[in-house]
């Protein structure tokens, strides 16, 4: 994944602190100008909006915030980071803050003035059944009133009117623009055309409660992003790193790729990293979702952000600033908040044409009521005004980013991150599933459990041969026949020559001018080997579920390896869920027949494809989209990176490789199975809210403008004034936002 560099708020608590820390280090690493990285302008609610000069959002006319890119620590390909900034990691979360602060700001000083506009207008008079006292007459006292309400809060709905337009673009703030400033300027008129009977409470109530709408989809982004930074502040401050061999504390904003890092019983780890030295348990429960503390020793991963609980280990920084996983975790829901579903873009589209409706609808209005119906110019005047009014449905722009926004952010909370907001949609579409066998549903940490030795062989000569072989390879079987070895303190081989690889076959080598095979059934057939005298043992290893790995030497089978993977305890659930979903699975795997067909019939899996190569996986995904079904594909691992791009929706689960992750639309932080479960429950939940919301909508304008319009008033006297309208528009917008908030009640079901 492409690291790229952010500036980060600094939390004002920390400011001293980091100061102190970096007063000196600050003129060591004086930039110049030429080093120095450009300022970007961004807007806050649309990020894709970016400049290099400071303005306004064409779209929100919000006032673009500097999106200040850190500086690259001089000598080091590293982003100079501090704990604080690591709060912030890879979101601009500053931009999230203001905007929500702005909404919030804007929203209250509009609510404290558009409660006494409403009081002292006819519509508050005739709730209230009395003439409330005013200084001076109640026109003017409402026009003072309203004029900062639509010049001052409602800014934002006029100038990004003014820069849709400049772009050639209509959307919600042109209708919302039109609509407030229809009841403000029509008011100003009657006013000083000696009229009392004006319209500014509907022009106030219309800035009120969009704004209203708009400070809710800020609450659940800003909710999302808290949630997430929240894992931020386990990031300590300070790191003890060895320099010059000796050991030193510096600011962790300080460690570079390939420092030595200490850790001691309850530190907490500050970058990624691999254990060089030591053994201990760290606690990555609030990182990947893995309740109980791991085990680690040389040669494993650590993740920033987790606890080292009992041993003290040094490791080398493999990841730091940007690069970190939880600064990717960040980085990548912020992508997936931002980015548009495709029934957003179908609404985007409709919104441009509803501004042309809403307007059209207004001036139809008028012209009817005037000029076909007579009517007074007052009365048309109102039927206008409320049939724009009305048609301002800010719920069309608010009904799927609230609930992608909440959608992304109960995911990522359980450890399920979705790359886009067209693959939080499209995974409620998946009709077929396919499942890696090795690491996904299974353990991935296989153990031996039987060694046979034929002929002249002893076990320990067979061990000894397959562990020399195998000490050259990262497969988990290798791993399993290693430990075996180490446990029965078997003597390896330093004579490994002419070593190589069979993609998904086996491994060959020359040991002591002994030429050895390892591998399985299949490649022993496809080399001729006579396996007679191995028969017996591989059948019966063979009912029993277990992989083997067949040890020829100058092409006699000397022996076999039995390694038993055990299934994951939420394996079964996971099918079986899957299966009342209405999605078919199927198993692939590169083991044998009857040990693939052994796991599948014990999980009750629809298909299952065995002795299938690496390279070949991706055939098989293609397979299952040519039957017509919307395939997703579940992998772990390096080999399954073709077929996680071959699926309509590629899966990365647990620790997988930085391909299979990169390759992937979902990435489940967890090894458990189950999360598939509760990603395409949460996939199907969300899509239902964004659909509910769209329907609403679109039902509401449907019938809303053709009252608003007066079209029943001549036969059932109803008609709605523009504050009315004004308010039920408003209800509109907030009904849609708390709707996708209602989201969180199916949290719940993404446990397993």
Same mark, same amino acid.
């Given at each position: 994944?492409? !690291?790229?560099?952010?500036?980060?708020?600094?939390? *004002?608590?920390?400011?001293?602190?980091?100061?102190?820390?970096?007063?000196?280090? *600050?003129?060591?690493?004086?930039?110049?100008?030429?080093?120095?990285?450009?300022?970007?302008?961004?807007c806050p609610m649309h990020s894709q909006v970016r400049q290099d000069t400071p303005g306004r959002c064409p779209s929100c006319a919000m006032e673009l915030i500097p999106e200040k890119k850190t500086e690259s620590h001089a000598g080091h390909d590293m982003s100079k980071m501090s704990h604080a900034?690591?709060?912030?990691?890879?979101?601009?979360?500053?931009?999230?803050?203001?905007?929500?602060?702005?909404? =919030?700001? =804007?929203?209250?000083?509009?609510?404290?003035?558009?409660?006494?506009?409403?009081?002292? #207008?006819?519509?508050?008079?005739?709730?209230?059944?009395?003439?409330?006292?005013?200084?001076?007459?109640?026109?003017?006292?409402?026009?003072?009133?309203?004029?900062?309400?639509?010049?001052?809060?409602?800014?934002?709905?006029?100038?990004?009117?003014?820069? #849709?337009?400049?772009?050639?673009?209509?959307?919600?703030?042109?209708?919302?623009?039109?609509?407030?400033?229809?009841?403000?300027?029509?008011?100003?008129?009657?006013?000083?055309?000696?009229? =009392?009977?004006?319209?500014?409470?509907?022009?106030?109530?219309?800035?009120?409660?969009?704004?209203?709408?708009?400070?809710?989809?800020?609450?659940?982004?800003?909710?999302?992003?808290?949630?997430?930074?929240?894992?931020?502040?386990?990031?300590?401050?300070?790191?003890?790193?060895?320099?010059?061999?000796?050991?030193?504390?510096?600011?962790?904003?300080?460690?570079?790729?390939?420092?030595?890092?200490?850790?001691? $019983?309850? &530190?907490?780890?500050?970058?990624?990293?691999?254990?060089?030295?030591?053994?201990?348990?760290?606690?990555? !429960?609030?990182?990947?979702?893995?309740?109980?503390?791991?085990?680690?020793?040389?040669?494993?991963?650590?993740?920033?952000?987790?606890?080292?609980?009992?041993?003290?280990?040094?490791?080398?920084?493999?990841?730091?600033?940007?690069?970190?996983?939880?600064? %990717?975790?960040?980085?990548?829901?912020?992508?997936?908040?931002?980015?548009?579903? $495709?029934? %957003?873009? @179908?609404?985007?589209?409709?919104?441009?044409?509803?501004?042309?409706?809403?307007?059209?609808?207004?001036?139809?209005?008028?012209?009817?009521?005037?000029?076909?119906?007579?009517?007074?110019?007052?009365?048309?005047?109102?039927?206008?005004?409320?049939?724009?009014?009305?048609?301002?449905?800010?719920?069309?722009?608010?009904?799927?980013?609230?609930?992608?926004?909440?959608?992304?952010?109960?995911?990522?909370?359980?450890? @399920?991150?979705?790359? &886009?907001?067209?693959?939080?949609?499209?995974?409620?579409?998946?009709?077929?599933?396919?499942?890696?066998?090795?690491?996904?549903?299974?353990?991935?940490?296989?153990?031996?459990?039987?060694?046979?030795?034929?002929?002249?062989?002893?076990?320990?000569?067979?061990?000894?041969?397959?562990?020399?072989?195998?000490?050259?390879?990262?497969?988990?079987?290798?791993?399993?026949?290693?430990?075996?070895?180490?446990?029965?303190?078997?003597?390896?081989?330093?004579?490994?020559? %002419?070593?190589?690889?069979?993609?998904?076959?086996?491994?060959?080598?020359?040991?002591?001018?002994?030429?050895?095979?390892?591998?399985?059934?299949?490649?022993?057939?496809?080399?001729?080997?006579?396996?007679?005298?191995?028969?017996?043992?591989?059948?019966?290893?063979?009912?029993?579920?277990?992989?083997?790995?067949?040890?020829?030497?100058?092409?006699?089978?000397?022996?076999?390896?039995?390694?038993?993977?055990?299934?994951?305890?939420?394996?079964?659930?996971?099918?079986?869920?899957?299966?009342?979903?209405?999605?078919?699975?199927?198993?692939?795997?590169?083991?044998?027949?009857?040990?693939? *067909?052994?796991?599948?019939? *014990?999980?009750?899996?629809?298909?299952?494809?065995?002795?299938?190569?690496?390279? &070949?996986?991706?055939?098989?995904?293609?397979?299952?989209?040519?039957?017509?079904?919307?395939?997703?594909?579940?992998?772990?691992?390096?080999?399954?990176?073709?077929?996680?791009? %071959?699926?309509?929706?590629?899966?990365?689960?647990?620790?997988?490789?930085?391909?299979?992750?990169?390759?992937?639309?979902?990435?489940?932080? =967890?090894?458990?199975?189950?999360?598939?479960?509760?990603?395409?429950?949460?996939?199907?939940?969300?899509?239902?809210?964004?659909?509910?919301?769209?329907?609403?909508?679109?039902?509401?304008? !449907?019938?809303?403008?053709?009252?608003?319009?007066?079209?029943?008033?001549?036969?059932?006297?109803?008609?709605?004034?523009?504050?009315?309208?004004?308010?039920?528009?408003?209800?509109? #917008?907030?009904?849609?936002?708390?709707?996708?908030?209602?989201?969180?009640?199916?949290?719940?079901?993404?446990?397993?």
């Open positions: 994944m492409e !690291a790229k560099r952010f500036e980060y708020k600094i939390d *004002e608590k920390l400011k001293h602190k980091k100061h102190k820390d970096h007063a000196q280090s *600050e003129h060591a690493h004086a930039k110049s100008p030429a080093e120095k990285e450009k300022i970007v302008y961004v900034d690591h709060e912030a990691a890879m979101t601009n979360p500053q931009m999230a803050k203001e905007m929500e602060k702005d909404m =919030r700001r =804007r929203f209250f000083i509009s609510l404290a003035l558009a409660i006494p506009i409403f009081l002292y #207008s006819p519509a508050g008079e005739g709730l209230l059944k009395i003439a409330l006292p005013a200084p001076i007459p109640v026109a003017w006292l409402l026009f003072f009133l309203t004029t900062p309400v639509v010049f001052w809060t409602g800014s934002i709905f006029i100038t990004g009117t003014y820069y #849709s337009l400049k772009a050639r673009k209509l959307n919600m703030a042109v209708l919302i623009a039109f609509g407030v400033l229809a009841t403000y300027l029509s008011s100003a008129f009657i006013m000083l055309s000696g009229g =009392r009977e004006t319209f500014y409470e509907a022009g106030a109530m219309l800035v009120t409660f969009v704004l209203f709408g708009h400070w809710l989809e800020m609450k659940s982004r800003r909710g999302t992003s808290d949630a997430l930074h929240a894992l931020f502040d386990l990031m300590p401050l300070q790191a003890k790193v060895i320099r010059d061999n000796k050991e030193i504390t510096v600011p962790s904003a300080e460690v570079v790729l390939g420092d030595i890092v200490v850790l001691k $019983p309850g &530190d907490k780890v500050p970058v990624d990293g691999e254990i060089i030295e030591g053994e201990t348990a760290i606690d990555e !429960a609030l990182v990947t979702g893995e309740s109980l503390p791991i085990s680690k020793k040389v040669g494993d991963k650590i993740t920033g952000g987790s606890i080292n609980q009992s041993g003290a280990v040094r490791f080398r920084a493999s990841a730091v600033g940007a690069n970190t996983v939880l600064a %990717q975790i960040i980085k990548m829901v912020e992508t997936a908040q931002n980015s548009k579903a $495709p029934g %957003q873009r @179908i609404a985007d589209k409709w919104a441009g044409w509803l501004v042309i409706i809403a307007i059209g609808a207004g001036l139809i209005t008028f012209f009817g009521w005037f000029v076909i119906a007579g009517a007074s110019f007052l009365t048309a005047l109102t039927f206008a005004v409320s049939a724009v009014v009305i048609a301002c449905p800010d719920s069309l722009g608010l009904a799927t980013p609230t609930a992608v926004a909440v959608g992304t952010g109960l995911g990522a909370k359980h450890g @399920i991150l979705f790359k &886009d907001a067209m693959t939080l949609e499209g995974t409620s579409k998946i009709s077929a599933i396919v499942l890696d066998k090795t690491g996904t549903l299974t353990e991935g940490k296989p153990k031996v459990t039987d060694t046979i030795a034929f002929g002249e062989f002893s076990e320990e000569a067979v061990l000894r041969f397959a562990a020399s072989v195998e000490a050259k390879s990262n497969h988990p079987i290798a791993a399993a026949i290693l430990a075996e070895a180490k446990k029965r303190n078997v003597f390896l081989s330093d004579r490994v020559e %002419q070593f190589q690889s069979l993609s998904g076959l086996g491994l060959e080598a020359i040991i002591d001018g002994k030429n050895i095979l390892i591998g399985t059934e299949r490649l022993l057939r496809d080399r001729s080997i006579a396996l007679e005298n191995a028969r017996g043992a591989i059948d019966k290893l063979l009912s029993e579920g277990k992989s083997l790995s067949v040890i020829v030497v100058d092409n006699i089978s000397a022996g076999v390896i039995g390694v038993s993977d055990p299934v994951r305890q939420t394996s079964r659930k996971t099918i079986m869920e899957l299966k009342k979903l209405g999605i078919e699975t199927a198993m692939i795997t590169g083991d044998n027949k009857k040990i693939a *067909e052994a796991v599948g019939k *014990e999980l009750g899996i629809d298909r299952v494809f065995a002795e299938v190569l690496p390279e &070949d996986k991706a055939s098989f995904v293609k397979k299952l989209q040519d039957e017509g079904k919307f395939v997703a594909m579940v992998g772990d691992g390096v080999n399954d990176a073709p077929a996680l791009a %071959q699926s309509n929706i590629g899966i990365a689960i647990g620790a997988g490789t930085d391909v299979a992750i990169e390759t992937g639309n979902i990435v489940l932080m =967890r090894s458990d199975p189950y999360d598939i479960v509760a990603a395409i429950r949460l996939s199907k939940a969300t899509v239902r809210k964004m659909k509910q919301n769209l329907i609403w909508a679109a039902t509401y304008n !449907a019938l809303a403008i053709p009252i608003a319009a007066g079209a029943l008033y001549p036969a059932f006297g109803l008609s709605i004034r523009p504050e009315w309208a004004a308010l039920l528009m408003s209800g509109d #917008s907030v009904a849609v936002a708390i709707n996708a908030v209602l989201l969180k009640r199916v949290e719940p079901y993404l446990k397993t």
